[in-house]
């Protein structure tokens, strides 16, 4: 990863801290909450809750997966055209 990064990016991974945050706060909440009603339900109730926040960190590395293709594909291409400008002189 860059030093240098977007305001989208700092964006980007800072809901990706939250999202993780979600995954915790949801499964820990549904256990406590059901752990009264046996521990198998509790955490069958705890992995419905951290399915809320996984859905969201997906979401937003799939964000960041997009971001480093672009990077990697501008990159490419500024290669290519050098190459392409060096073989035609």
Do not use: N, P, R
């Amino acid at each position: 990863m860059t030093l240098k990064q977007s305001f989208f990016e700092k964006l980007l991974s800072l809901l990706l801290g939250v999202a993780w945050a979600l995954v915790v706060v949801g499964a820990v909440t549904f256990f406590l909450s059901l752990y009264h009603s046996g521990i198998v339900v509790a955490l069958l109730g705890a992995f419905m809750g951290a399915l809320i926040g996984m859905f969201f960190v997906v979401l937003f590395e799939l964000a960041q997966i997009q971001i480093d293709k672009l990077k990697e594909l501008k990159k490419q291409t500024e290669l290519l055209q050098l190459l392409t400008k060096e073989k035609s002189i």
